[in-house]
């Protein structure tokens, strides 16, 4: 509306030989890309109207070739609304099913069992996305509260159905298995059985990562199984630990290749203390000169807080170091164990 103002006043106040009123037509033409039909149709109708008084002001404007250019332009401006709403919708209908299915796929957080506090990061390298090849999945079982993490080789919707097929299968293992490595064979297992419906050539390109922690009730301790994941950053009294594997674990859809041991470590995990598991889109966020996130670093200058604040200053500072722009599907959670844990039977249900 105000491109339609000045045209008109600057082609009613300069010599009619300067013929400003020659871009009318642009007004319709922006108004297609924000407005419905039917207002463009009727800003088409006054951008024409004015050109019929302009003529009437100017005589030999050439006004009847411009008002039919016009009407052109109206008639596709108003066809390109009425396209842009419908695929508009589509897109909304899209995203409506992608958040179904990340409900799905990533359980809502925060949760809390009894001193354990969990928060969950999610952040898709996809801008029209809400959900990637990343994973992550958190259960209370009666052998403790276990965690899984880990990352699908690549984007889209295959990365998403392997996501998918991987975090349903620990859902299952982990309450039904009393071992961490019974329950990174069923996760192998799962994702042979989904790799096995595509074509056989490219096999090694369908890979994960994926680490599995268990944090017994009661205890101080938490065993890791890392199948070639980041290693969790363990922030004890101020001070950061990358809790390495002694022992790699095969990735998953890995083992037929490279052998099926697994290794399971133990470490300490006090009261206070803050565990971050995270996906390797974390560290690989490069900031304008090329130079990876320093996820230790930044762990260590981090005063000490709950794991939604942990988290919140990593989303802020992952974006501001990025630029905005994320090259890989990123996750993360942030574990704190905040008291020595009640018993069984009083322990609280997930938020």
């Known amino acids: 509306?105000?491109?339609?103002?000045?045209?008109?006043?600057?082609?009613?106040?300069?010599?009619?030989?300067?013929?400003?009123?020659?871009?009318?037509?642009?007004?319709?033409?922006?108004?297609?890309?924000?407005?419905?039909?039917?207002?463009?149709?009727?800003?088409?109708?006054?951008?024409?109207?004015?050109?019929?008084?302009?003529?009437?002001?100017?005589?030999?404007?050439?006004?009847?070739?411009?008002?039919?250019?016009?009407?052109?332009?109206?008639?596709?401006?108003?066809?390109?609304?009425?396209?842009?709403?419908?695929?508009?919708?589509?897109?909304?209908?899209?995203?409506?099913?992608?958040?179904?299915?990340?409900?799905v796929v990533l359980s809502p957080m925060p949760r809390r069992f009894g001193g354990i506090e969990i928060e969950a990061l999610y952040l898709a390298a996809a801008a029209e996305a809400s959900i990637g090849g990343d994973f992550y999945e958190v259960v209370d079982t009666k052998y403790g509260v276990?965690?899984?993490?880990?990352?699908?080789?690549?984007?889209?919707?295959?990365?998403?159905?392997?996501?998918?097929?991987?975090?349903?299968?620990?859902?299952?293992?982990?309450?039904?298995?009393?071992?961490?490595?019974?329950?990174?064979?069923?996760?192998?297992?799962?994702?042979?059985?989904?790799?096995?419906?595509?074509?056989?050539?490219?096999?090694?390109?369908?890979?994960a990562t994926a680490l599995i922690a268990e944090i017994p009730h009661g205890g101080g301790s938490i065993g890791i199984l890392n199948c070639g994941h980041p290693p969790p950053l363990l922030l004890n009294r101020g001070e950061v630990h990358a809790l390495e594997p002694t022992v790699p674990s095969p990735l998953l859809n890995l083992a037929e290749l490279i052998g099926g041991h697994y290794n399971i470590d133990t470490f300490g995990f006090a009261p206070g203390d803050l565990l971050l598991l995270y996906t390797d889109g974390v560290a690989e966020a490069r900031d304008r000169d090329g130079e990876f996130f320093p996820v230790a670093a930044w762990l260590h200058r981090q005063p000490p807080g709950c794991p939604g604040e942990?988290?919140?200053?990593?989303?802020?500072?992952?974006?501001?170091?990025?630029?905005?722009?994320?090259?890989?599907?990123?996750?993360?959670?942030?574990?704190?164990?905040?008291?020595?844990?009640?018993?069984?039977?009083?322990?609280?249900q997930p938020a």
Request: hydrophobic letters at 50%; a neutral charge; one cysteine or more.
């Open 1 to 103: 509306m105000i491109l339609t103002v000045v045209i008109a006043s600057l082609a009613y106040a300069t010599p009619p030989e300067l013929a400003f009123s020659r871009l009318l037509p642009a007004a319709p033409a922006l108004a297609a890309a924000m407005w419905p039909v039917i207002p463009t149709v009727l800003l088409g109708t006054v951008c024409l109207l004015l050109m019929i008084g302009l003529g009437i002001a100017f005589p030999g404007l050439g006004t009847w070739w411009t008002a039919a250019g016009i009407v052109a332009v109206t008639v596709a401006a108003a066809y390109g609304s009425h396209v842009r709403l419908r695929r508009e919708q589509t897109l909304f209908q899209v995203r409506l099913v992608a958040d179904a299915a990340q409900q």
């Open 146 to 207: 276990r965690l899984l993490i880990g990352d699908v080789r690549g984007k889209g919707l295959p990365a998403v159905g392997s996501a998918a097929a991987m975090v349903n299968s620990f859902r299952e293992a982990a309450y039904d298995e009393a071992d961490l490595v019974n329950v990174a064979r069923r996760l192998e297992a799962s994702s042979t059985r989904y790799n096995a419906a595509f074509a056989p050539e490219g096999l090694m390109e369908r890979f």
């Open 310 to 348: 942990l988290l919140d200053a990593l989303h802020h500072d992952l974006l501001h170091h990025s630029r905005g722009r994320l090259d890989d599907d990123i996750a993360a959670l942030a574990v704190r164990r905040s008291s020595p844990e009640p018993l069984d039977g009083q322990r609280d």
